[in-house]
Every structure is written in structure tokens, then in C-alpha cells.
């Protein structure tokens, strides 16, 4: 750290301790960390649509819904997927839509000008399958525009390419709840049509001639319409019966599927549609389930630009697990002992959050014990690598300080406590070890959820545009699953070594990697480097030289790192966006994994410093994390405490003992 100067090293040495104390503070007594997961407006407009087509909408619910959608407006009248991003039409046809539910009228300005980008750019004919659907469900739109997706695909055994388990879990569970919406072809007549969403006349099709591939695809959509025109009874009820089958036996203990939005609410529309009414358990519990991921603000409490007054907002999915072991991670980072109370909550938190059954998983890994976390509350049925990963490092930061406290108590007065805490913890952590092995892809990488989930010609269904609907592997994932074995001591064995492999060949031809659950290359960089790093690659290798470049040339003038999610669609933006708190922390951590003690990672420093707010923590309303890349942004608000404590906490060596390091031992010992 020779380009950290004494009074630098004193200022960071006080952001780290603010921001110990803000995430402190926000550990639940339950002994787990949750920050919101802030999505866009598509959340809350799609959650009115469902209660009108249940006949369940109320008008204080829907005033709070509408203030919220209202208030995410930008000026030019559109609604954005992501903050500071562009104007997009699905999303501002739902929000202009479930406005006009609430009673907006469409001569009010804030109104027509939504209109005028809808029409500008295409109107309700240019919105994607899943916006069509929406208005097919009210009689907006002709269902027989919707591309075919027969329920008959849960009959396809494993073995039989596009069978549902070819998709990743969360677009298997959507494509079965939505077969049967689909076959069900229900209409709900609204108040109001949508007229003047209308846009100008389709272009001709010679205005560019459909590839040959595009051009088969549209012929096995039209063959398949044929079929659900006249499908076999047989086999359309034996398909319809085990599709309900499999929706209900994949709710989750919390009500929901998945824990995630889309799946939860085709799921419930589907169900109702065959018969399950309101009353019945699995319905009510997936209503009531909703409710509690509904954060109801008043005044902006929480400083996400919500209105004046009450209002309510929808979050996509919940991320306790993940959430609480990225805090404890920070907190032993920033110099947290392992036996804090607060890391010994946290780790008791998540030893009763692993998941121990078998889920969808198994289907293409029917050998491998269960085993690992997911990333919700309730979501046994989807644990992933990822969430694995990071809860198993999380832990053995407790789990070797309490073999170190149990020892010495035993030789004190024989407590035995501390000696079952670190059972338990070994017991959790072999049998994730094991399953996460057992999930590597044939190539040596992982995806989060399947192993070999990898056929790309998913993609290519008309009716998948909702994003990505594989789960590939990626670099950010194996990167961490690596890094996890190496802190396990076991970053020769052979599974890490090909993991190893695959991370370095993925690695693009400008130094860095991409990020598939991160915004962007700055995220899939900084796993990659500190992952390779713990394995056992050298620093001064190519690839680590190269990724150092490209960290140093993309950091911005003011001293951080940001990369805008249109990074994703455009490669003009990787690397290019404002500065953001916790991108300039992944930046930080891999040149601190690399040995970096260079000015680009002083300046970065003290860029985190001069930008901590009074309390801690520092603002943050980019989304830098990714739900689906192109289509989908997450802001995860804890991300913007827990990567710089991280950061500040390696780049600082607290913990150590060497020479200059600032003194913790209050905090490390729980003082």
C-alpha cells in the first residue's frame, strides 16, 4: 500500500469503521441481513393487472401502487428498466396501462406524453410476448397473435430437446404456468381499450427478408398453432393435469415459486383458470406471500425517489441468504472477528437455511446429495452455486475462529459450545462442497441453478423474448465456486483446476471477463481475479496482467469504476458509466488480489472515502446487478455497504499486523 499515504490510510481507516457500525445496525435479531431489491415499474404495474384479473384490486392498494409508478417517470414521459437508462416500451406500455387502471386520464400531460413514445415507437404492436399477453388476458389483444406454447411440453421426457428442464428454472416455471394460461385463452373485459396506444402501420416484409433460420421457426410456431386449434383430448388433458401437478408441487413454503415475480404470478393466474378458487390453500398462500414483498414507504423513508405520501412498491424477489453472507463476509473484511456475536448470529442464521432436499436440480444431476443455500427465504426447491459459494466462505471465517475458541476453552474449563458451532459449520460446508462439485458443467464451469443447462436453441422460441432462459455457465458463478474450494484447501484437487481452465479461456480478448448476475465486465473481473488469485494462479500471469489493464484504463477520472447496464447490448458502454460505490469495490479487489499497491487503486480509495455519506454507507441508485443481461437490472441495496467494506478492508490489510495497520480490537472482539 505504498501509495496510501498515513493521513489517506487514517480517513479510510474511519470510513471503514462508519460503515462497520451502519451494517452492523442493520442485522435483524433473526441474525440475517436483508437490503431491498429494487427493480423496475413492470413489478408493480403487472401486480394491479393480476388483482383486477383475480377481482381482488382494491382502491387504497392500487393509490399506493399508482403513486409509486407515477413517481418513476421521467421527464420525457417514459419508464425506464434501469436507473439513468432509456425509455422502453414495454415497460412504459405497463406503467401507461395500470395508470389508466388506477384512473389516470389519457388527456392528463404526464399521460400523453407516455402515449407519444408508446406510438413513436411502435405502439402496443412493437411490446414484447409477455406485454402481449397481459392485453390478451383483458381482450386488448387477439391471443391468437401469441406464439404457440402448447402445455404438452411437460409430457417431453428429459432426454427430448426443449423439454421444460432445458430451460433455466426460473423460465421452465414461467413456460409451464404459461401453457396453461395460454390454453385457457381467458379474456377479462376492462372499462377502456387502449387505442391510443396504437402505432403506425407495420413495415412490409420485404423491408428486410427473415433469415432461413427465422423463417423454419416461423413454421413450426404455425404448425404448432395448428395443433392448439385442434389439440388431442387425450393428451391435452393428461397434459393440463400434470402441469397443475407440477406448479403446486413447486410452491415454496413462503407462497411463492421460485421467490421470484414472473413464475409467482402465472402461476396463481393459471391455477385460478383451472379451477382453484381464491380460498384454496395454495392460493391464498401465494396471495399472502406477495404481501409480505411488498415494501410500503411514506415520504421516501428509504431514499429511492418514492413520492411525497404514501405509496407501495413490488420487489421482484428477496435476498436474505445472499445478502447476509456478502455482510459478514464485509465484516470480517473490515476486521470483524469471527466470534463477534454478530457473525456468530449470522452464521446460526444461515446453518438453518440450508437446503437439504432435492429440487430441480437432481433431474440432471440425479447422483449428487443435496446440499448448499439459495438465495431467498423459502426456495428449497432452487438452491445455487452462487449463493453456495459465498454462505460456505462466509462461514469459515466463523468456523476457524471457533476451533481456535473452542480449543482454548476446553484447556480453560472444557465449554463445549464453540466446538459444536464449528461441527455444525464443517458438517454444512462439506456437504455444499460436494454438491456444488457435483453441479460442474461437462466444460469445467458452473451455471448457478443446473449444470449443463446449455442449449442454446431455447433462446430461439418466438415466444421466450422475456431475456436470458438458459443457465450457461458463467464467469462470475465458477469464479466463485473456485474461490470457495480454495479457501476449502482445496484449490488443486481437480474440480478446481478445470474450473480453473474454463475461467481462463472464457476470458475476452481485452483483458477482462464478463459479468452474467453483475453489471458488467467491471463485476465478472472482479470475481475472476481474486478467484484465480486463491486458486493458485500467479499474479503475474497473462491473464492477470491483462485483466489489471483493463481495470486500470477503464477507471474513471474522478478515481472509481462504473459500467452502465447498456454495456450489455452495446459494447461501447462496457467499462463507461458513472462512478458507483460498488463497482469501484469489485475494481478495488481484483487489483488488491493481483498485488496491485498502485495509484489507480489509491485513487480508488480515496474516491470511496470522499464519497461515504455521514452514516456510513453511500448512495448508490444505479442498478449494477443483473437479472437477465439486455432485458432485466436489479439495485440491490446492500451492494453499495457490503463491496466497499470489503474493499476498504483488504486494501487496508485490517487484521493483519503489520506495521501501520489501524487497531479494530474493539470491534474485533465484539466490543
Known sequence: MSELTIEATGQAQRALERGIEHLLSLQQD????????????????????????????TQPETERSAAWIR??????????????????????????????????????????????????????????????????LFGLWSWDRVPALPPELILLPPWVPLNVYDFACWARQTIVALSLVKTHRPVRVLGFDLGELTGPAAPAEDAGAPSRRARLWRRVDGAIRAYERRPLGVLRRMAIERAEHWIVRRQEA???????????????????????????????????????????????????????????????????????????????????AGEHPAMVKGAEWLLGEEVTERGDWSVA??????????????????????DTAEVVLALQRVSTAAHAHHAASVAANGSAAAGELAARIDGAVDRALAW????????????????????????????????????EPSAD?????????????????????????WLIDSQEPDGSWFGRWGVNHVYGTGAAVPGLIAAGVNPSSPCIRRAVRWIERHQNEDGGWGEDPRSYDDSRWIGRGPSTASQTAWALLALHAAGEGSQALARGVDWLVGTQRPDGTWNEPQYTGTGFPCDYYINYHLYRLTFPLMALGRCLMVGTGESGTPDLAGLRQGG
Open 71 to 136: 413517481s418513476q417517470q421521467r421527464d420525457d414521459g417514459t419508464w425506464a428498466n434501469f436507473y439513468g437508462g432509456p425509455g422502453e416500451l414495454s415497460t412504459t406500455i405497463e406503467a401507461y396501462w395500470a395508470l389508466r387502471l388506477a384512473g389516470d386520464s389519457p388527456e392528463e400531460p404526464h399521460m400523453q406524453g407516455a402515449a407519444a413514445f408508446v406510438r413513436a415507437n411502435g405502439g402496443l404492436e412493437g411490446a414484447r410476448v409477455f406485454t402481449h399477453l397481459w392485453l390478451a
Open 365 to 386: 444431476r440425479p447422483q449428487v446429495r443435496p446440499g448448499g443455500w439459495a438465495f431467498e427465504f423459502a426456495n428449497d426447491n432452487y438452491p445455487d452455486v452462487d
Open 477 to 501: 458463478v465458477t469464479a466463485h465456486a473456485i474461490e470457495m474450494f480454495a479457501g476449502a484447501g482445496r484449490g488443486q484437487q481437480p474440480a478446481t483446476r478445470r474450473g480453473v481452465r
Open 436 to 471: 456444488v462439485e457435483g453441479m460442474q458443467s461437462k466444460g469445467g464451469g458452473w451455471g448457478a441453478f443446473d449444470a449443463d443447462n446449455t442449449l442454446t436453441l431455447a433462446r430461439e422460441l418466438p415466444f421466450l423474448d422475456f431475456g436470458e432462459v438458459i443457465d
Open 254 to 336: 413462503d407462497g411463492s415459486w421460485g421467490g421470484i415475480q414472473p413464475p409467482w404470478v402465472y402461476s396463481l393466474i393459471a391455477l385460478h383458470l383451472g379451477g382453484y378458487p381464491l380460498e384454496h390453500p395454495v392460493m391464498r398462500r401465494g396471495l399472502e406471500g406477495i404481501e409480505r414483498f411488498m415494501v410500503e414507504d411514506r415520504d421516501d423513508r428509504h431514499g429511492v425517489g418514492a413520492p411525497a405520501g404514501e405509496s407501495r412498491r413490488l420487489e421482484a424477489c428477496q435476498s436474505p441468504v445472499w445478502d447476509t453472507a456478502l455482510s459478514m463476509l464485509a465484516l470480517s473484511d473490515a476486521g470483524l
Open 30 to 57: 433473526g441474525g440475517w441481513w436483508r437490503g431491498e431489491l429494487q427493480t423496475n415499474v413492470t413489478m408493480d404495474a403487472e401486480d394491479m393487472l393480476l388483482r383486477e384479473f383475480l377481482g381482488i384490486r
